[in-house]
C-alpha cells in the first residue's frame, strides 16, 4: 500500500500541478468542485484535482500576469471567485502548516481585488463566490443580460458596464498577485494537509 501512497503523493505533486498551472476551470464551475478527474491507466489511478490547488495555482498564474485573462472577462471572474475560495479555505484545520503570513496576504489581496471590481468590502465571501461563479458563467455562455442581471445586484456596487471593462481588461492587482503567488508556494510544500 506504500507503494499506491507514493504514486499518489507523486501525482498530487507532479502531475496534477502541471495541468493547473496556467489553467482555471471551466469559468461558471463552482471552485469548490476543482477540475475533473481523469484515468492513468498506467498506474492504475484515477487523478482529479484537490480544490484548494485548483484555485491556488489558477489565481497565481492568472493574477500574476493578467495578460492571460485579456478579453477573457468569464476567465477573469472566475479567478477572483477562486482567489475568494483559496482565502476562506486557508482557515481549514487541514492547512494549519502553511504560513500564517498567508491568510494575512490573501486577505489584503481580496480587500484590493473587491476594490478594483467594485465589490463591497463586507460582503460574505460566499455570496461574493456564488455570484462571480454565476457572472463567469453567464459571461463564458455570451449572455450579456444575465450578467448584467448578476453585476446589478449585490455585492457589486459599481454600475455593471464598469465592472464588465474591468474585468475585459484586469489589471495587475499587486497585493493580490503576491499573495496568491507566496500561498501557492506554500500549499506546494510538502505538509500536514497532504493525504497519504
Do not use: K
Not at 56 to 61: D, F, G, I, Q, T
Not at 137 to 150: M, S, W
Request: net charge positive.
Amino acid at each position: 500500500m506504500r507503494v499506491r501512497s507514493g504514486w499518489v503523493r507523486l501525482a498530487r505533486t507532479l502531475i496534477v500541478p502541471a495541468l493547473v498551472i496556467g489553467c482555471t476551470q471551466h469559468p461558471g464551475t463552482p471552485p469548490a468542485q476543482g477540475l475533473s478527474a481523469f484515468r492513468l491507466p498506467a498506474i492504475n489511478l484515477t487523478v482529479g484535482s484537490d480544490p484548494v490547488m485548483t484555485a491556488s495555482a489558477s489565481a497565481s498564474s492568472n493574477l500574476g500576469d493578467p495578460r492571460r485573462m485579456a478579453a477573457r472577462p468569464a476567465v477573469a471572474a472566475q479567478v477572483v471567485a477562486q482567489y475568494e475560495f483559496v482565502t476562506e479555505q486557508l482557515r481549514e484545520p487541514r492547512f494549519v502548516g502553511v504560513s500564517p503570513l498567508a491568510q494575512a496576504q490573501m486577505e489584503r489581496g481580496r480587500a484590493a481585488l473587491r476594490a478594483v471590481l467594485g465589490i463591497a468590502e463586507a460582503a460574505p465571501p460566499a455570496q461574493v463566490i456564488a455570484q462571480l461563479t454565476a457572472l463567469a458563467g453567464a459571461l463564458q455562455q455570451g449572455n450579456v443580460a444575465a450578467a448584467e442581471r448578476v453585476l446589478a445586484a449585490a455585492p457589486f456596487t459599481r454600475p455593471p458596464g464598469d465592472v464588465l471593462a474591468t474585468l475585459s481588461a484586469m489589471p495587475f492587482v499587486p497585493d493580490a498577485a503576491r499573495a496568491a503567488s507566496f500561498t501557492d508556494q506554500q500549499l506546494n510544500r510538502a505538509g500536514p494537509w497532504a493525504i497519504d
